[in-house]
């Protein structure tokens, strides 16, 4: 392996394609961790330049780094910088290669494109003058016609970022501060880039909607390899030690599930007191409490909050992750399915489906997919079925008078609530907030009978709109919660009376 001054080309180049090889030459780091070390220069708080030693937050992400990642973290733990000088050593290591890194803001690119800088001025003379000089080093943009490679920093600001370009490595920074429309500015991204391509979309949270939120929920289960990190895997976050005696039970909590010291509560104390409930937002502590909502969230987020953090497990999952089964059916048990209808299509909103146990209203299963009328019939008389035909409750509003008809005719299925002497539940203004409402009451009265993080999340973004009603907030869906909304309302109903007056079971 070549030292930082006898370093060339050819060596540079025979090194491209090991960047992420471990060896136990390297104390078992990788190339691309050994060429940093070895090779790039970054300021350090005092404001002198050093190697590019990689502390904690960014050997565990070399670890685990993947061609395809989303990374979620708390406030300056060193990523950004690390990304670049991954990627800056692609760039000069392979001919041919486009890498682009997105800021959200113009100031942002700027810092990001003085640390991009500062690995090229730092780099022995001779590469600099020799291999690796360039024809264009300004305006964000650094070419190395000998390599036919380039760098780009651009800001998330200029919708024609990227665009007319085929990019290797794609660094999405900050997503969640996106200006604009985040999703569309992403998409175009995206579409530039080829199927070997390295991504990584990084950000601190920013309320729980929005372009980066989605992709952090959608990441499980998909080729996107997740990555969190907490503030305290920063050392610098210390401050004076508390008192054992003034440790509070949340505190004794935190030092036992997370290793934190005396030093760390102290700091702990200082966010809460400088940031109040947004220190959770800024310094993240979790995957999913960080997330706070941005808007006036319907629902209490300290039940949210405390219910996310006790979750279990599915026990099985079905339709590539769309249902979750959590509790299996028991003989002589009663169960209800409620179905709240979408119009489906790859690109339309979900139907859901929530299974409660009739008797402790303890969510059992839930089913989230694009489906037609037809499709969300059969999938929903199947879980009917399975839940010792239970009572099935569909929203009969829009799409839902379809899918009643196809349970009736096509399926055959006839335990079905009726309404009024019809089949289904109407919801209008007058019935959707006490469903809400009821909602509502049981996430904080009976927080234990929810199981679907999903479902939670989607509590997290159902906020009051401008107008004045309730919804889920521009970028997220409600699907899971007006399902549930529905079952809770219509088993509050058979329960408080056997049968209510207006409602029946068959």
């Known amino acids: 392996m070549p030292d930082r001054e006898d370093c060339d080309l050819e060596e540079l180049l025979s090194l491209g394609g090991v960047l992420h090889t471990r060896s136990a030459l390297l104390g078992g780091r990788t190339t691309g961790a050994f060429l940093a070390e070895t090779l790039l220069r970054v300021r350090d708080r005092g404001g002198i330049n050093v190697p590019l030693v990689p502390n904690r937050v960014q050997l565990e992400y070399e670890r685990r780094r993947g061609a395809k990642n989303i990374v979620l973290k708390a406030r300056q733990l060193g990523i950004t910088t690390w990304i670049a000088g991954q990627f800056f050593l692609k760039t000069i290591t392979t001919p041919g290669t486009m890498t682009v890194q997105v800021a959200h803001t113009h100031d942002s690119a700027e810092a990001i494109f003085r640390i991009v800088h500062r690995f090229l001025d730092c780099l022995p003379a001779r590469l600099r ?26 800001s998330a600001g200029d919708r024609n970022a990227g665009r007319g370009s085929t990019i290797q490595n794609l660094h999405c920074s900050e997503v969640a501060r996106w200006p604009g429309d985040p999703a569309e500015t992403l998409a175009g991204l995206l579409a530039a880039m080829p199927v070997d391509g390295e991504l990584v979309l990084e950000s601190t949270p920013n309320g729980s909607a929005g372009c980066f939120y989605e992709e952090w929920t959608r990441a499980p289960g998909s080729p996107m390899v997740q990555h969190f990190f907490p503030w305290w895997w920063e ?64 629902f209490d987020a300290r039940a949210l909050d405390g219910r996310l953090r006790a979750l279990p497990e599915s026990v099985a999952e079905r339709l590539g992750g769309a249902l979750l089964i959590w509790l299996p059916p028991l003989p002589g048990r009663k169960y209800l399915v409620a179905v709240d209808p979408a119009g489906g299509g790859s690109e339309g909103d979900f139907s859901a489906a929530q299974v409660l146990d009739m008797e402790s209203g303890m969510q059992c299963a839930e089913l989230q997919a694009r489906l037609d009328t037809l499709e969300l019939a059969q999938q929903a008389v199947a879980l009917a079925r399975e839940y010792n035909q239970a009572l099935l409750a569909v929203e009969r509003n829009n799409h839902g008078a379809g899918v009643l008809a196809y349970l009736q005719s096509v399926c055959a299925y006839t335990p079905l609530y009726r309404q009024d002497g019809r089949e289904g539940w109407l919801t209008t203004s007058l019935s959707r907030p006490a469903m809400i409402g009821g909602l509502a009451a049981a996430l904080v009265e009976q927080p234990e009978i929810f199981r679907s993080r999903r479902l939670l999340r989607e509590c997290r973004s159902f906020v009051r709109l401008r107008n004045g009603k309730t919804g889920a907030q521009a970028g997220t869906h409600d699907d899971c919660v007006m399902a549930m909304a529905l079952g809770l309302s219509v088993r509050r109903e058979l329960m408080e009376g056997g049968t209510h007056r207006n409602a029946s079971l068959h």
Not at 129 to 154: K, M, N, W
Not at 239 to 265: D, P, Y
């Open 235 to 298: 050392p610098q976050y210390a401050a004076a030690a508390v008192a054992e005696a003034s440790l509070t039970a949340a505190e004794r909590l935190a030092m036992r599930e997370h290793g934190l010291g005396l030093e760390q509560i102290g700091y702990r104390r200082t966010l809460q007191e400088r940031f109040g409930e947004r220190a959770a937002q800024e310094f993240a502590e979790d995957a999913d409490t960080c997330f706070l909502s941005s808007g006036a969230c319907v």
């Open 129 to 154: 003058t020799g291999v690796l000089h360039t024809s264009r080093s300004s305006a964000r943009q650094i070419v190395f016609p000998a390599l036919d490679s380039e760098y780009r920093v651009e």
